[in-house]
């Protein structure tokens, strides 16, 4: 028993004094076939916290190009966000914190209407940042950190 | 009366054993010790006594502050161009961390802000060769205007231990 209580001390002092576990980066796609790979992730996962890459709407998978409006474009980099997120193993209320840059800040209020359709919960902190310009000719890129659990109960 | 003694004995050290435990879930509802603060030394656009840190580490996650290109330490100016500017706002990222006694692929979470979106490839080539295992999450993102006619600012979080073994 005395090693027993012993060992359950020291595993208190454990979560300190340890390194926490590698990371789980999971891989971004969108590579040419033959030709470098992203030089990102499409997230890092370490501890319960999932770190977000940026993701942008320059492609609509409807059409293959930019979206046509900032509302069209709030769907696809949003959809974005929420794939890299679910196939994470993580929920949109999971997310703590986000960042959206904006190639043109007139966007605001139609990225908003969009952009909340997408939690359940209580939102996100977040910035909206108008941004010199966005890789693509994007409306909006997009990148966030989630916490396992975070989502409201 | 031995054999209840014991029993009594081992009931005791089973309450020891479970306050021990219930300790162990105690750091997760306290407060975090205070975060370390590593000092800048600034640059030739903040000075010596700049308005940030370089880092500061809180419970194994380091945050690095935006360094970047604006005072190249071979000229003392911005750098002469975007591809010398990558090399060295990466070289100013790789201090910061390693300064804070992390590795770079402890980086988890990365912003490069670029004056010039033309520079993602040449930025990219010179990004890769500062890692070995699978690389961070990321943004790209054409900032404005960077401070010192910068062509690059980077900021990220780094996780101890967070590098593949």
Request: glycine content about 10%; hydrophobic content about 45%.
């Amino acid at each position: 028993m005395k090693t027993a209580i012993i060992a359950a001390i020291a595993l208190c002092a454990l979560p300190v004094a340890a390194l926490a576990a590698p990371a789980r980066h999971i891989p971004a796609g969108g590579g040419t076939p033959g030709g470098p790979q992203p030089a990102f992730s499409a997230a890092v996962e370490s501890d319960g916290t999932l770190y977000i890459s940026g993701t942008t709407d320059g492609r609509d998978p409807d059409t293959g190009k930019l979206p046509v409006d900032a509302a069209t474009g709030a769907k696809v980099v949003m959809n974005n966000i929420k794939k890299v997120v679910e196939d994470a193993g993580y929920t949109m209320d999971d997310v703590v914190w986000l960042q959206i840059f904006t190639s043109d800040l007139k966007y605001y209020a139609d990225f908003n209407a969009v952009y909340r359709t997408y939690f359940k919960g209580p939102l996100p902190a977040r910035a909206f940042i108008g941004a010199g310009s966005l890789l693509g000719g994007a409306h909006f890129e997009v990148m966030g950190i989630a916490k396992k659990g975070a989502a409201a109960r | 009366m031995i054999a209840a003694n014991k029993s009594k004995g081992t009931f005791t050290m089973k309450i020891f054993a479970l306050a021990a435990i219930a300790l162990c879930a105690l750091p997760a509802v306290t407060l975090a010790a205070p975060a370390k603060h590593n000092p800048s030394t600034g640059t030739r656009v903040s000075g010596t006594s700049p308005a940030y840190s370089a880092s500061v580490d809180m419970d194994g996650t380091l945050y690095v502050s935006g360094v970047s290109d604006n005072t190249d330490p071979a000229t003392g100016k911005t750098s002469a161009n975007a591809a010398i500017g990558a090399k060295v706002v990466m070289d100013n990222v790789k201090h910061a961390v390693e300064t804070a006694g992390y590795s770079m692929d402890d980086l988890v979470w990365v912003q490069i802000f670029a004056t010039d979106l033309n520079s993602y490839a040449d930025f990219n080539a010179a990004y890769r060769t500062y890692f070995k295992g699978p690389l961070p999450a990321r943004a790209f993102i054409g900032a404005g205007s960077l401070l010192g006619g910068a062509h690059y600012e980077v900021m990220a979080i780094a996780r101890k231990g967070a590098a593949a073994k």
